[in-house]
Structure formats: structure tokens, C-alpha cells
């Protein structure tokens, strides 16, 4: 069988090279490379996309949370709660300040933070009682205070914002969107990036919406954190370059970069929706199988950064995986490790039972190819290796 790949950014790359290569020239030719217009009129296009007064762009989704916890205020002491469900970079960003990282299982369905957990949490954290939920013992220390919550747009599907933004007001929390994997998600009618108080995303290149390197945005209507974020981004800078008002970093975006984003960004509503119709022919192919396939509920749109399916229990999974590698079927186990069971975060002292539907969905997912340019054939081909 021909190969098959997780994700195929050549293909794209072919339709738009030639206006890849005019841009990146005409980028050389200006002598700015580090912000500059090409950064401000990206910024300006994709705050409108969004439907936010502010974009910041930056260095990367990893540097975009951090750069939000900056402006937060949090450091040691403080407490956010986000899920084990997630890329490592979600929870290495508060850890990167020195604050403690508090995970909440996520639904089995959507693998998004689950509400009813998270209100557990919230007050497990406020009465310091982890019988209400598990939590570990660092956070039941007298100085510890919960601020926030990252919420997790996973694999492109939004979180149920609404519920979220609820609970964090009645507490007094704010809450971060991770939409480093859902950058064109939507949630009732509004866009991922814009569903929280501030939005983070991802220009990895692997991403929905990529560049081809590093880069990242965060989103925000407030004009006043948009100041905050913008300072952070260059050393804190104040009203100018060498004045310094607070303790900032080097995370700029660079004007190459920006011209990429700013072309893909042309097709990327075409793109969105030929990954719908991808999923769809998963579904069709998929549905006599014993292969659950992604749920998106009423009123959410995937951008589908990747499609992950669920296996009865390990030893199918590992068929599956062991099939399409036989096959030369691109795939990959997001995520095989939840962050509790991390190294790095061995210290918190949790344990599977504390996670179970994490715990279950690691041994259970796999993802298969996902890109707007894959054929129907391929989905076919992928689908009969795994029994569909
Ligand atoms: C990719 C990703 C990030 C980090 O983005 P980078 O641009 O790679 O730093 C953060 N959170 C999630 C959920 C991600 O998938």
C-alpha cells in the first residue's frame, strides 16, 4: 500500500508556493524581518477572523499562555486548574512561573475539561479538602490560592465555554482558552480564540491555521491587557524601546512568518471545510466497525487538528496501531502519557484512579490522517486497516 501520511503540509505547500516564495522574497527585500507591517496587518486580519479587538501575535502557543499567566500576575503561591488530557505545554506554562499546576479529568466524549469535575475542584481548592475532589497535597497548603483555569480546545473541539466562564465568575477565576489545536472552531456562533477572556493559539506548522516554524497569537478584548501583553512580548518594555516597566521576554513574531499565516489564511475556510468532509467519509466508513469515531455536539464546530478515534480497550488499540504501521498509515497515539503520570509533574503525587476517563482514553485513542487534502480513497484504505 502506498504511504499514507498523519498530516500532509506538502500537498498544501504546492498550491500556494509560488505565493509563498513572492511574499518570502518580497519580506528579504523590505530589510524588516521582526514584526513591522507584515506583523501588524496579520494582526489586524486575525483579530477581525475571530471577532476580538485585540490580536498579539508571538513566538509560539507555548510563549502566547505564557505571556497571559504573565499578564495574570501568576507566580508562586497560585494554583490553575487545567486537564491531564493535553499537550505538555498547556500545564508547563504555569509550572514555568513557579505556580502549581491542578489537573480535572475530562469527558469521555469530547476529551474537553469536564464542567462538573471542574466545580468540584474549584471548591475542593477554595474548603482545602481533597475529599470533595483528588487534589495533591502541595495545593492544600495555607498559601496556595487558585487564580484560573486553562481550559483545553483539544484536538480542535471547542470546551463548553459557557459553563466554564460561568463558574470561573462565580468564583473569581479567570479563564485561559487554549486554542493552539482549534484556531476556526466555533461555539455557538463564535470563533475559538474568543471564548475565554483570552485566547492562545498555535502557528505550528502542523496546526490547522501553520507557518513554517514557530509562532503563536493570543486574542483578548481588553485594551488594557492587550497593552500588558504587547510590553511582555518585548522585555517589558514601556512607552519606548528602552524603558522597562516590568519583567518581560524575547517573543516577538517575525515578518516571514506572518506573510506564511497571512496567505494560508486566504484558503483556510476552504480548508476547514474540506476537513468536515473528511470526517464525514470516516463516519460513513467507520460506522459498521467497533471504532467509535470523534463526537461534535449541537451547536460546536471541529477545526480538526487531529482525528482521534477510541479503541474498545489497549489490546485493540494496539491492533489498530500495529496494523497501520504495517501498512505505512501515518498515525500517533495523542496522548499516550495524561500529564498527572509526567515526570516533571511526579511531584503532585497523583494516581490513575484520581484520572480515570484520562487513564482509560490513553490506553484507549489513537489518531488517524487528517488534512483537508486527503482523498476519499485514502480514507478507505485507512478505514479497511483498521476494520472499517
Ligand atoms: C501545540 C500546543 C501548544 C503549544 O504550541 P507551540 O506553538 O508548539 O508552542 C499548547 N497547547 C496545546 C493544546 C497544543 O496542542
Not at 68 to 85: H, N, Q, R
Not at 109 to 123: G, H, M, Q, S
Not at 273 to 291: F, G, H, M, N, P
Amino acid at each position: 500500500m502506498k504511504m499514507i501520511p498523519l498530516i500532509d503540509l506538502k500537498k498544501q505547500y504546492s498550491l500556494i508556493e509560488n505565493r509563498i516564495k513572492e511574499r518570502v522574497c518580497s519580506v528579504l527585500d523590505s530589510g524588516q524581518y521582526v514584526m513591522g507591517p507584515e506583523v501588524e496587518a496579520l494582526e489586524k486580519r486575525l483579530a477581525e477572523y475571530v471577532g476580538v479587538k485585540h490580536c498579539i501575535t508571538c513566538s509560539s502557543g507555548t510563549d502566547a499562555l505564557v505571556m497571559s499567566l504573565m499578564a495574570k500576575g501568576i507566580g508562586e503561591g497560585d494554583v490553575v486548574l487545567t486537564t491531564p488530557f493535553t499537550f505538555i505545554a498547556t500545564a508547563e506554562a504555569v509550572s514555568l512561573l513557579g505556580a502549581t499546576p491542578v489537573f480535572v479529568d475530562v469527558d469521555p466524549e469530547t476529551f474537553n475539561i469536564d464542567v462538573k469535575k471542574l466545580e468540584l475542584a474549584i471548591r475542593a481548592l477554595e474548603e482545602k479538602d481533597s475529599e470533595i475532589y483528588p487534589l495533591p497535597d502541595i495545593a492544600l497548603q495555607a498559601d496556595k490560592k487558585v487564580k484560573g483555569i486553562i481550559a483545553v480546545d483539544i484536538f480542535g473541539l471547542p470546551s463548553d465555554y459557557d459553563e466554564i466562564n460561568k463558574l470561573a465568575d462565580q468564583y473569581g477565576l479567570f479563564v485561559i482558552e487554549d486554542a493552539a489545536q482549534s484556531f476556526g472552531a466555533e461555539y455557538k456562533g463564535k470563533k475559538a480564540g474568543s471564548l475565554a477572556g483570552v485566547g492562545c493559539t498555535s502557528f505550528f506548522p502542523a496546526k490547522p491555521l501553520g507557518c513554517y516554524g514557530d509562532g503563536g497569537a493570543i486574542f483578548c478584548d481588553d485594551d488594557q491587557l492587550a497593552e500588558q501583553l504587547k510590553s511582555i512580548r518585548v522585555h517589558g518594555q514601556g512607552s519606548d524601546k528602552y524603558q522597562n516597566v516590568r519583567v518581560g521576554l524575547t517573543a516577538r513574531l517575525d515578518a516571514m512568518q506572518a506573510a506564511i499565516v497571512d496567505i494560508k489564511l486566504d484558503i483556510f475556510d476552504e480548508e476547514l471545510e474540506k476537513r468536515q468532509r473528511v470526517t464525514k467519509k470516516y463516519e460513513a466508513c467507520l460506522s459498521e466497525s467497533d471504532i467509535q469515531c470523534p463526537v461534535v455536539g449541537d451547536g460546536y464546530l471541529s477545526a480538526w487538528a487531529q482525528y482521534t478515534l477510541r479503541a474498545k480497550d489497549e489490546a485493540h488499540r494496539d491492533n489498530c496501531v500495529a496494523a497501520l504501521q504495517r501498512e505505512s498509515v501515518g498515525h500517533a497515539i495523542y496522548y499516550p502519557i495524561p500529564l498527572y503520570k509526567q515526570k516533571v509533574y511526579e511531584y503532585l503525587g497523583y494516581q490513575d484512579s484520581d484520572f480515570p476517563v484520562s487513564y482509560s482514553l490513553s490506553k484507549r485513542v489513537f489518531s488517524v490522517p487528517m488534512h483537508p487534502y486527503l482523498a476519499d480513497a485514502d480514507i478507505e484504505s485507512v478505514a479497511k486497516v483498521i476494520g472499517g
